[in-house]
């Protein structure tokens, strides 16, 4: 009787041990249900990107670096007074804050512009590493106070629509009025994708 108590003992506990081989803490074996998540799934929160332009004060013009590659110097192009398409004023940033700034007194109006980000800030090159803020995912990742500053021409507003035909391209609309307070002037602020 001692004998076989002992067998049933022996085999228990290897019995045990193989039922326990190769489970790792909070694994679900086939005889247990997996647990019901979805009543306490919060979502991943989202990051907003940075906004493409911001004024801090009146005559001051922000443009984040985070979509011109990190550059700590760059040009603004575009219709400001004195500026073109081609031609612009340079811009850094001197206090590592991550926005290219600078600032620049103008009539009131409203201005269209952009910017280029350079990598080698002393030889100005790439010269032609234009800012990149108007692909649809990038819009969805910005504040609709950050968008209120872009204009792009393939978006009806009003229609919530994409205009189609168009060469597709965004830019970055402002309203300067007479104490110089920069206002956004764009058409992207409504946008929650198509």
């Not at 013009?61 to 979509?67: G, I, R, W």
């Not at 803020?133 to 106070?145: F, I, K, N, S």
Request: aromatic share 10%.
């Amino acid at each position: 009787m001692k004998k076989n108590l002992m067998q049933y003992a022996f085999a228990l506990v290897a019995a045990l041990a193989f039922a326990a081989c190769g489970l790792q803490e909070g694994e679900v074996t086939g005889s247990t249900p997996p647990p019901d998540d979805t009543t306490d799934v919060t979502p991943p929160a989202v990051e907003n990107l940075p906004a493409p332009f911001r004024s801090p004060t009146p005559c001051v013009f922000d443009f984040s670096n985070a979509y011109v590659s990190g550059a700590t110097c760059g040009e603004v192009r575009g219709t400001l007074p004195g500026l073109s398409w081609t031609q612009g004023v340079q811009i850094a940033n001197p206090d590592g804050d991550g926005y290219l700034g600078m600032a620049f007194i103008t009539p009131a109006g409203t201005y269209e512009l952009s910017y280029l980000g350079w990598q080698n800030c002393d030889s100005r090159q790439p010269n032609d590493a234009w800012a990149q803020y108007g692909h649809e995912d990038q819009l969805l990742q910005m504040t609709a106070e950050a968008r209120a500053f872009i204009n792009c021409n393939w978006y009806n507003a009003s229609t919530n629509a994409v205009i189609s035909g168009v060469n597709p391209s965004c830019d970055i609309r402002i309203t300067v009025d007479a104490e110089c307070h920069i206002l956004p002037a764009g058409n992207m602020s409504g946008f929650t994708g198509l």
